[in-house]
C-alpha cells in the first residue's frame, strides 16, 4: 500500500482507475484475498510511483464501473449494526480467552463447495489437519463411493466387491498382508479401542457368548478393531478375553482421529451451560420438564394498562367523498397534471402519466372487464368477483390502472406477484391464496404476459399451486363506449380489494380490506401526514402491498399527488436514486425503508448534489424495527447540513391486518413530539419493560413510531398474537377490560409519555426458549457484531425457531463468503454461539452456513424466511457447513431413571428380594409370563418309524438308511437355479436332484474317503466348505456315517477373497478341524495365488475333494453310543459381531426335526421350498436334517439365485404349489425391491401364490413387520393371503424355538407403548397411539417348548406386564458352546439356569434375548387360549442411557423415516455419547441436510441428545449371513478411521 502515498489516485488513467475499482468490489466481496489484493494492486500502480499522467476528464457517473461500486453497496447489510453491541460482543468474547473447543468435522473434499475446495488447495500446508477426511495421506482408502452393493443377506455367495474390502497393508512396520482376524502382539493402542466403556454398557448378569478364537492355536492374538469387513460373516468381532474390555479417559488421546475429537467433545461437554438434570424417574404421561420460573425474573410493575385513543378524526371539507370520486374529481379538473412517473434502469424519468390518462385507462379496463370478457366459453369477470394483479415491480402505471379499473368496476383485486417458474419462493402459497378466494381472472401487462412461460399452443402454463387462469392484457383495450356507466356499489361493507401476507409459519394468508376501511385508512394518513394536492412523493417501496400501497396508490389519488416509483432494480445499481429524485423534483414525501437509508449513506460520491431542503416527510416504513435507529441517527448525521429537517423523519407502526397503527407526525419539533428509550433486554426476555443505563452492553435502544392514528384505539398486549380474530383484550384475572372490539396487530411494544408507540418486535421474528421471548432482529445484530464482520456475504443470515421436543429452539443460517476455510467457519462459529449465549442467556440449536447468494429469494431480493424453514425442516437446504448443539439448549429432558443397586443388594435394609416381586405380582392379580407349546407326543407313522428302525431316539443316519432301502427312488432334494423358462406360465428346471437312495451311497462313498484318504477317526471335526447345494447334504451325512463331527462353513467369495478367506480360516481352526470337505471349485479357490497370498497353503489341514469319490461302500455305519453325543457344531456370528458356535447332540437334532414335523405336519407327500442360507441355525436344519427326518421334497434354491433372478423362489412355489415355504429376510426383501413393478406381468406369466399355506421368515431378531406387511401387500394380487406370512424364532443356545405350523393360529400383533418399554415395562395400547410401537408375534412355539419372561439380574419371574429376558427348556436345546479347551464354567449358566421364584427345578437355558409373553383371544389346536410370544431384541444389544434401555432398531426406523435419501441406519454408544451412522443414498451435497433432521427425529420421538452424527455410503454398514446389522463392528471400523465417511458431525 506504500503505492497510494506516492500516486494520485484521481490523476490516473481511466482504465486503471475503473481496475482499481473493480479489485476493491472484489475484495468487500470476498473473491479475493487481501494478499492477492495487495499484490495486484502494486503491479497496476507500479508505472506511476515515480511520475503520474496530466489530469484525464471525469469519468461520466454511468460508467459500469460506477454502477458496479454502487451496487456494491447494497450487498453489505450493516443496518443492524451497533457500536454498543460490537462492544458487547468483544467483552462477552473476551471472557472466553481460550481457543474456542469445538471439534472439526470430518468431510470429505467432494463435498465442499467450489470455494473452500480452491481455498483448501491453496491451504494445504495448513498447521490443522482438520479440514480433511480423517484419513491420512499414506493411508488409501478402502472404500470408493459408488459401485458398492449391500450384501442383504440373502446371498450365501455376495459380498461387497473388492473396492469395497479394505484390506491395509501391516500396521507398526508390517508390511505383509495379513488376516482381519488377528494383529501383531503388543497393539496396546488398537486393543484399547477394542470395547465400550464400562459405564456405558451396563454389565449384564448374563455375559456374552464366549469368543472362541481366544484359544485360538495360533501364534498371533485375534485383533477386534483390526480390519473393516462391511459384509459377509467374516464381520467377527476378537478380543483377549471375551468379555467387554474398558476404557480409560487417559488412554483415548493415544487414538486416531475419531478417538481424539470424540474426547476433545467430551471435554466441551464436562463444561455444562446450562443446569444439571435431577437423577430420579417419575413416569408420568408428560415426562418432559416445564422450565422452572426464574425466581430473580423481573415482576411486571403499576397497574393495568388501559386502552389509549388517537385524536379525533375530523374530516376536512375539502377531500373527495371516495377514491373513484378523487380520480375523476383529478381527472377531469386537473387532468394535465403528473399523477406517476417511473425511473428506468438508467435512472431518468422514462414514463409519466397524467390524471387525465389515468382516468381514461381506468374506465376502459372497468369497461372491457365487465362487457368484454366471457365470449369464448370463458366465464366473464362480474362485479364483487376477485380479479388477481400480476404486473412486475417496475411496472406501477400499469398496475395503478388495472387496481383502479378493478374499483371503479365493483370488482376485488387481489395484486400479487409474477409467477416464475425459476427459483420462486412462496409461489404455491400464493397459488392457494387465489384459488381460495375463487380467482378466475389475471390483469397483466403486454410485457409482463409476453415474458410469462408457455405452453406449445401458446397459452400461458399453469404455475404450480396456481388455479387455472383466464389472463386479460391491459395495455390496449377497447374505448367504453359512451353511454356506458359504472354499475353503482350496494354497500360501503363490501371487500374494496384482497392483500396478501404471510404468517410466521410461511403460510401465504389474504386480508380483506372493505371499502369502508380503505376510504377511512385514507383519510387518517392524509391527517396524520398533512398530505395536500399538488405535492411529490418518492416512492421506494413496493407498491403492491404495505405501506407502498397505502400512500403511493391510495393517498396519493386521494389527494392528487405526484408518485416517483423507484424500482428496486435500479435501487440495486443506483442507491442514492431517490435522493437524486427529491432533489430533481423538489418533492416534499418520500416513503423509504431503513435499508433505502442505509444504502444513500454509503453512496458517498453522490452526496455532493443531494438537497433535502424540500423534504418535510421521510416515512420509515419499518420504523417499528428496534434496529432502524441505527440507520436513521446516522442519516440525520449525514445530511442535516443538506437540509434534512429532525422532524421530517418520521417512523410508523403497522401490519397488513390492522393497516397502519401509529406514524410520528411531521413538523412536530417539541421535546413530547419524539423520543427514545433504552430497555433491558433481559426485561424485555421476560416480558417486562425496565430502563436501562445507557452504556449498558445488553441495552435496546428504541426510538418511537410516533402517536397513535385519528380515530384509533391502542390496547398493548405484550404477547405474540395471530392475526386471525378480532378479540376483547383482559385483565390478568380474565375480566373483560371493554367492551370494544380490538385487532390483532401481531406488534409487540408498549405505550410510552405522550402517547408515544414503541415497538420492541413482532410476532414474525419472536421466539420463545424456555418461557423467555427472544427477537430475531437483535439475534441477527448480535451475530453480525461478532468478528470477522464481513464474514457474512452481504450481510444475508436468516434466523428462525423450529419447535423440538416441545419447545422452541433457535436456528441461524447464513451465508459465508466464497473464500472461507472449513476452520475458519467454525471459529467463527464458535465465536457466534459465545456471543448469543453471554448477552441473550440462550443456546443456538442449530447454526448451519450456505454457499453465498444461496438462501431462497422474495421477490425485492431479501430472505424468503419461510422458504428457508421449510427447506431446513424437509432437508432440502443443502448447506456447507453445520454444527448442532443438543447438549446446551436442550434442558427439558425427561427425568433419567435412577438405579438403585443397594436394593438388590442382600445387606440393604430396604432389599427387595425376587420372591417378594413375584408374590406382590401374585396378589395384584397380574399373570406370570410363561408359555408353551403343545406336548410331544408321538404319531402313528413316527410309532411305525421308530419300531422299524429302532428306540425312540432315533439316529439321523438310521433313518437315511431306512429310507433308502424303503423307499429307494423317492425325491427328497431338488436344487433350482436362477434360469426360468418358457413364456407362460413361467417354469423353472431342476439343476439337481437327489433320491433317498442316491443320497444314501453318496455319503458312504465321502465316508470312505474320510476313512481312507482322510485317515480321519471317529470324533474328529470336519470343515464342510460348500456352496449351497446336494453335495453339502452328502457330505454332512458322509461324515456322520463315519463317526466325524461335521461343522458347515461358508467359502469364501472369490472377489472379496482378502476379507472372506482369513475368516474361513478362523473357523476351521476354532473347530479344532483335521480335514476339509469341498469339490473341486472351493478347492481351486483355496490354492489360488489370491489365496496363498494371504495365507500359505500348507497351514491349511488335508483337503478332500469330493468330486472324485471312491466307489467303495461302507462295511458298516457308525452309531453313537448315546444320542447325548456331539452330532454338529453349529457356528454364527452374533448381533454383537462375536463368533458363537454350539453343540448339537444327536438327540436334540432329532428332537428339532420331530418338532418340526408336528408342527408343520410334514409327512413324505409334502414339497416345501427353502431359499436359505445353510450354515447355521433353523436354515442348516431345514436345508439338510428335516427332510430326511421327515420323508418330505425340499425344493432347494440358493439365495444367490434369487439376486440374479428375484422371481425364481416365487416361480418355484406356483410351479409346485408348494404349501410351506420358507426365506430369509434378505430374500423377502430381493423380491419386495425387485419384482415391486412386476407383479403385474408375473400374474400374466401364470405365477399363483394361493396354494401357500405358510410362508415363514427364518430369523433371529424382532419380526421386521414393515417389511412383511409390504412383502404381503405387495404381493396380494398373486393370491398371497395376509395371514400366511409369520416369522420364526431361534437363537444360539435353541436354533429353532418357535414356527408358524399348519393348524396354528394368526399371527399376532400388538401396539406397546414405546415410553414404558424403556423403562422394562409392557403397556399395551391402540393403534395409531401416541409413541406406539407395533410387534409381531415371532411365530408359534414349537412341541415340547416352554418358554418363561425371567428378570436378567435377579432371575426371578416376570409378569406379563414386564419385560425380561425369554428362558427356554425343550428337547431340542444345544449341550453348551464349543470350547476348545473345555472350559464351561464360564458359560454353564446360559445352558443351565434355574429361576429364583416360581418354577425353581426346571432347567432353562437362558437366551439373551428379551421379550414377554401376552394371551390372546385365539384359541390353540388343544383348545387353550393361544400364549404369544414377543421377541424385543438382543440384551446384550440394548442401550442403556439416562437409566432407561433402549433398543436400537427403535431409533434406527425413527432416523429412517427422518429423511427419504436415508437407506440404512445404525446406532451404538461410546463414551457415554450416542453415535447414529446412516447411509445416504443420494448426492454427496446432502449430507449436511441429514445431521439436523436426525438430531431432531432422536429427541422427540426417544428423548435421546445424538453425540455424534456419521453420514456414509451405501453398504458400509456391516450385516451378517442373516441380514442383521453388525452394529459393533461397524463401531470399531469407525473409531479405527476406516469408514472413509462423508461427514461426521460433532454435535455440541
Not at 424519468?349 to 372487464?369: D, F, H, V, W
Not at 439337481?992 to 474320510?1010: F, T
Not at 450354515?1175 to 439365495?1199: K, M, R, T
Request: aromatic share 6%; hydrophobic share 35%; proline share 6%.
Amino acid at each position: 500500500m506504500m503505492a497510494d502515498k506516492t500516486v494520485d489516485i484521481s490523476r490516473l488513467p481511466e482504465d486503471v482507475r475503473q481496475k482499481l475499482e473493480e479489485l476493491d468490489i472484489e475484495l468487500a466481496e470476498g473473491d479475493i484475498t487481501q494478499k492477492g489484493y495487495e499484490k495486484k494492486r502494486s503491479r497496476l500502480l507500479a508505472n506511476y510511483v515515480a511520475h503520474s499522467p496530466a489530469e484525464p476528464s471525469a469519468p461520466s457517473p454511468q460508467t459500469a464501473a460506477q454502477r458496479k461500486a454502487h451496487r456494491r453497496l447494497t450487498r453489505e447489510d450493516n443496518r443492524y449494526h451497533s457500536e454498543i453491541r460490537t462492544e458487547a460482543v468483544m467483552q462477552a468474547l473476551a471472557l472466553h480467552n481460550k481457543k474456542p473447543v469445538v471439534p472439526l468435522p470430518s468431510k470429505r473434499t467432494s463435498v465442499q463447495y467450489p470455494g473452500q475446495q480452491q481455498r483448501a488447495r491453496e491451504r494445504h500446508d495448513s498447521s490443522s489437519d482438520d479440514d480433511d477426511s480423517i484419513f491420512g495421506d499414506d493411508q488409501h482408502r478402502d472404500f470408493q463411493r459408488g459401485g458398492r452393493y449391500r450384501d442383504s443377506g440373502a446371498s450365501s455367495s455376495s459380498y461387497s466387491d473388492a473396492s469395497a474390502s479394505p484390506h491395509h497393508g501391516g500396521r507398526g512396520g508390517d508390511s505383509r498382508p495379513h488376516s482381519a482376524a488377528y494383529a501383531i502382539p503388543g497393539n496396546t493402542s488398537r486393543h484399547a479401542l477394542a470395547d465400550v466403556l464400562q459405564n456405558a454398557r451396563h454389565s449384564q448378569p448374563i455375559s456374552q457368548p464366549p469368543d472362541v478364537t481366544n484359544n485360538a492355536k495360533s501364534t498371533r492374538q485375534a485383533d477386534r478393531v483390526g480390519h473393516y469387513a462391511p459384509s459377509h460373516i467374516s464381520s467377527v468381532r476378537l478380543n483377549n478375553s471375551g468379555n467387554l474390555s474398558g476404557l480409560q479417559d487417559d488412554e483415548i488421546r493415544h487414538q486416531g482421529k475419531v478417538s481424539a475429537k470424540i474426547q476433545q467433545l467430551l471435554n466441551t461437554l464436562k463444561r455444562p451451560k446450562r443446569k444439571p438434570l435431577p437423577e430420579f424417574f417419575v413416569e408420568e404421561d408428560d415426562a418432559l420438564e416445564t422450565p422452572a420460573p426464574d425466581p430473580n425474573a423481573p415482576k411486571p410493575e403499576g397497574s393495568v394498562m388501559s386502552p389509549f385513543p388517537g385524536e379525533q378524526l375530523v374530516i376536512p371539507t375539502g377531500l373527495p367523498r371516495n377514491l373513484e370520486s378523487a380520480l375523476q374529481r383529478y381527472g377531469s379538473s386537473s387532468y394535465k397534471a403528473n399523477a406517476v412517473t417511473v425511473l428506468d434502469q438508467n435512472g431518468k424519468p422514462s414514463l409519466t402519466l397524467t390524471y387525465g390518462k389515468l382516468l381514461a385507462r381506468t374506465q376502459k379496463i372497468a369497461y372491457n372487464m365487465l362487457q368484454k370478457t366471457g365470449h369464448k366459453g370463458e366465464g366473464g369477470i362480474k362485479p364483487n368477483d376477485r380479479v388477481a394483479l400480476v404486473y412486475p415491480n417496475n411496472d406501477p402505471i400499469s398496475f395503478i390502472s388495472g387496481f383502479y379499473g378493478c374499483l371503479q368496476a365493483g370488482v376485488v383485486p387481489v395484486p400479487v406477484e409474477v409467477p416464475s417458474s425459476r427459483r420462486d419462493a412462496g409461489g404455491q402459497g400464493i397459488g392457494f391464496l387465489l384459488g381460495s378466494l375463487n380467482v378466475k381472472w389475471a390483469l397483466t401487462s403486454e410485457a409482463c404476459h409476453k415474458s410469462l412461460a408457455k405452453t406449445a399452443s401458446g397459452e400461458v402454463v399453469q404455475f404450480k399451486g396456481w388455479p387455472k387462469l383466464s389472463w386479460l392484457v391491459t395495455d390496449s383495450l377497447n374505448k367504453s363506449s359512451k353511454d356506458w356507466q359504472p354499475p353503482p356499489k350496494q354497500s360501503e361493507d363490501i371487500p374494496a380489494y384482497v392483500e396478501y401476507t404471510q404468517s410466521k409459519e410461511g403460510s401465504t394468508v389474504g386480508v380483506t380490506v372493505t371499502r369502508n376501511a380503505m376510504l377511512c385508512h385514507a383519510r387518517t394518513l392524509t391527517l396524520a401526514s398533512n398530505y395536500t394536492e399538488g405535492e411529490v412523493m418518492v416512492c421506494v417501496l413496493d407498491f403492491k402491498r404495505d405501506v407502498g400501497l397505502w400512500h403511493g396508490i391510495l393517498c396519493s389519488v386521494f389527494n392528487g399527488m405526484h408518485v416517483i416509483f423507484i424500482p428496486y432494480s435500479l435501487m440495486k445499481v443506483d442507491p442514492a436514486s431517490w435522493m437524486k429524485m427529491i432533489t430533481k423534483y423538489k418533492a416534499s414525501i418520500a416513503i423509504v425503508k431503513s435499508r433505502d437509508m442505509h444504502w444513500g449513506l454509503l453512496a458517498q460520491k453522490d452526496h455532493k448534489d443531494i438537497s433535502f431542503a424540500t423534504l418535510r416527510l421521510l416515512l420509515v416504513a419499518d420504523g417499528a424495527n428496534p434496529w432502524s435507529l441505527t440507520s436513521c441517527d446516522a442519516f440525520l448525521n449525514l445530511f442535516q447540513s443538506k437540509g434534512l429537517k429532525p422532524e421530517a423523519i418520521c417512523p410508523c407502526a403497522s401490519s397488513s391486518e390492522a393497516l397502519t397503527v401509529s406514524i410520528r407526525r411531521p413538523g412536530r419539533s417539541s421535546a413530547s413530539a419524539t423520543g427514545r428509550g433504552i430497555l433491558s433486554m433481559q426485561g424485555l426476555s421476560h416480558g417486562v419493560v425496565r430502563v436501562d443505563t445507557e452504556n449498558s452492553l445488553t441495552s435496546l435502544t428504541l426510538q418511537d413510531c410516533g402517536q397513535v392514528m385519528p380515530g384509533v384505539i391502542t390496547q398493548i398486549e405484550y404477547v405474540c398474537c395471530l392475526p386471525l380474530s378480532i378479540v376483547q383484550p383482559q385483565h390478568p384475572d380474565g375480566t373483560v377490560i371493554t367492551d370494544k372490539k380490538y385487532v390483532r396487530t401481531g406488534l409487540l411494544g408498549f405505550l410510552g409519555p405522550g402517547g408515544l408507540v414503541f415497538v420492541c418486535g413482532s410476532k414474525e421474528g419472536l421466539m420463545t426458549v424456555s418461557g423467555r421471548r427472544h427477537n430475531t432482529d437483535d439475534i441477527i445484530a448480535t451475530v453480525l457484531a461478532v468478528e470477522p464482520m464481513k464474514f457474512i456475504y452481504r450481510g444475508r443470515i436468516a434466523v428462525f425457531s423450529i419447535s423440538v421436543l416441545k419447545d422452541e429452539r433457535i436456528i441461524i443460517i447464513a451465508e459465508q463468503r466464497p473464500d472461507c476455510t472449513e476452520e475458519e467457519s467454525f471459529q467463527w462459529m464458535s465465536r457466534v454461539l459465545q456471543a448469543v449465549d453471554s448477552i441473550h442467556q440462550v443456546g443456538v440449536y442449530c447454526l448451519a452456513l450456505v454457499p453465498p447468494n444461496y438462501l431462497p429469494k422474495t421477490p425485492l431480493g431479501g430472505i424468503h424466511l419461510p422458504e428457508t424453514k421449510k427447506k431446513f425442516l424437509e432437508g432440502s437446504l443443502h448447506p456447507a457447513n453445520v454444527l448442532m448443539c443438543p447438549h446446551t439448549c436442550v434442558t427439558n429432558l425427561p427425568k433419567p431413571r435412577e438405579h438403585r443397586p443397594d436394593y438388590l443388594h442382600p445387606t440393604a435394609a430396604q432389599y427387595v428380594t425376587p420372591s417378594a416381586v413375584h408374590v406382590g405380582n401374585i396378589v395384584q392379580g397380574a399373570r406370570m409370563a410363561q408359555a408353551q407349546g403343545r406336548e410331544l407326543g408321538s404319531t402313528d407313522e413316527e410309532s411305525d418309524t421308530a419300531r422299524k428302525v429302532g428306540p425312540q431316539h432315533m439316529f439321523l443316519t438310521e433313518i437315511l438308511r431306512w429310507r433308502s432301502q424303503t423307499t429307494p427312488d423317492h425325491i427328497v432334494f431338488t436344487l433350482l437355479n436362477s434360469k426360468i423358462q418358457g413364456k407362460w406360465p413361467y417354469q423353472v428346471q431342476p439343476q439337481v436332484q437327489m433320491s433317498c437312495s442316491q443320497l444314501h451311497k453318496r455319503a458312504e462313498r465321502i465316508g470312505c474317503m474320510l476313512m481312507e484318504k482322510g485317515k480321519l477317526n471317529t470324533g474328529d471335526h470336519v470343515a464342510l466348505i460348500y456352496h449351497p447345494g446336494v453335495d453339502l447334504i452328502a457330505a454332512f451325512y458322509g461324515c456322520l456315517y463315519v463317526g466325524c463331527v461335521p461343522v458347515t462353513i461358508r467359502p469364501p467369495h472369490p472377489q472379496n477373497i482378502a476379507t472372506t478367506l482369513p475368516t474361513v480360516k478362523m473357523i476351521v481352526e476354532v473347530s479344532k478341524s483335521s480335514a476339509i470337505l469341498t469339490n473341486s471349485i472351493v478347492h481351486k479357490l483355496l490354492k489360488s495365488k489370491e489365496a496363498t497370498q494371504i495365507l500359505e497353503s500348507k497351514s491349511w489341514p488335508t483337503i478332500l475333494d469330493t468330486d472324485d469319490l471312491p466307489k467303495k461302500k461302507l462295511a458298516a455305519i457308525y452309531r453313537a453310543p448315546t444320542p447325548e453325543m456331539i452330532c454338529y457344531l453349529d457356528f454364527s456370528v452374533s448381533t454383537t459381531g462375536m463368533l458363537a458356535g454350539v453343540k448339537m447332540s444327536h438327540a436334540s437334532a432329532t428332537a428339532l426335526c420331530r418338532s418340526i414335523k408336528l408342527q408343520c405336519e410334514l409327512y413324505p407327500s409334502r414339497e416345501v421350498t427353502l431359499c436359505l442360507d445353510p450354515y447355521c441355525g433353523l436354515g442348516f436344519v431345514l436345508w439338510c436334517l428335516s427332510s430326511i427326518y421327515s420323508g418330505h421334497h425340499s425344493i432347494l434354491i440358493a439365495p444367490s439365485e434369487v439376486e440374479t433372478n428375484p422371481a425364481v423362489w416365487l416361480t418355484a412355489v406356483s410351479n409346485y404349489k408348494v404349501r410351506d415355504t420358507f426365506c430369509s429376510y434378505g430374500v423377502m426383501e430381493l423380491c419386495t425391491r425387485g419384482l415391486g413393478t412386476s407383479t403385474t406381468t408375473l400374474k400374466q406369466r401364470g405365477i399363483n401364490l394361493s396354494c401357500v399355506r405358510t410362508c415363514c421368515v427364518i430369523a433371529e431378531e424382532r419380526p421386521r413387520i414393515l417389511l412383511t406387511t409390504s412383502f404381503t401387500k405387495l404381493f396380494a394380487n398373486l393370491g398371497l393371503t395376509p395371514r400366511s406370512v409369520s416369522t420364526s424364532f431361534g437363537c444360539r443356545v435353541n436354533l429353532g424355538m418357535a414356527l408358524q405350523g399348519a393348524s396354528c393360529p394368526d399371527p399376532t400383533t400388538v401396539y406397546v407403548d414405546k415410553r414404558a418399554m424403556r423403562n422394562d415395562r409392557v403397556t399395551l395400547v391402540e393403534k395409531g397411539s401416541p409413541h406406539s410401537l407395533c410387534i409381531m408375534e415371532s411365530g408359534k412355539l414349537l412341541p415340547g417348548v416352554k418358554v418363561v419372561i425371567a428378570n436378567p439380574e435377579t432371575k426371578g419371574q416376570c409378569a406379563d406386564s414386564h419385560l425380561g429376558e425369554i428362558w427356554v427348556n425343550s428337547p431340542h436345546n444345544a449341550s453348551g458352546y464349543f470350547m476348545i479347551y473345555g472350559d464351561d464354567s464360564l458359560h454353564a449358566e446360559h445352558f443351565d439356569s434355574h429361576l429364583a421364584t416360581g418354577d425353581t427345578t426346571t432347567q432353562y437355558a437362558r437366551t439373551g434375548f428379551l421379550g414377554f409373553v401376552r394371551r390372546t383371544e385365539l384359541t390353540q389346536s388343544d383348545g387353550e387360549r393361544h400364549d404369544a410370544i414377543f421377541v424385543v431384541g438382543a440384551l446384550d444389544e440394548t442401550i442403556m442411557l439416562r437409566g432407561m434401555r433402549y433398543h436400537p432398531i427403535d431409533i434406527e426406523m425413527s432416523v429412517i423415516r427422518s429423511h427419504r435419501k436415508i437407506c440404512e441406519c445404525a446406532v451404538f454408544t461410546w463414551t457415554n455419547l450416542l453415535v447414529v451412522v446412516v447411509e445416504l443414498e443420494g448426492n454427496e451435497n446432502e449430507a449436511l441436510d441429514l445431521v439436523p433432521l436426525v438430531t431432531n427425529v432422536t429427541l422427540e420421538e426417544h428423548y435421546l441428545i445424538v453425540g455424534v452424527v456419521v453420514v456414509v455410503d451405501p453398504g458400509v454398514i456391516p450385516i451378517n449371513s442373516r441380514g442383521e446389522k453388525q452394529r459393533m463392528h461397524l463401531r470399531d471400523g469407525f473409531l479405527a478411521d476406516q469408514l472413509d465417511p462423508i461427514y461426521v458431525a460433532y454435535n455440541m
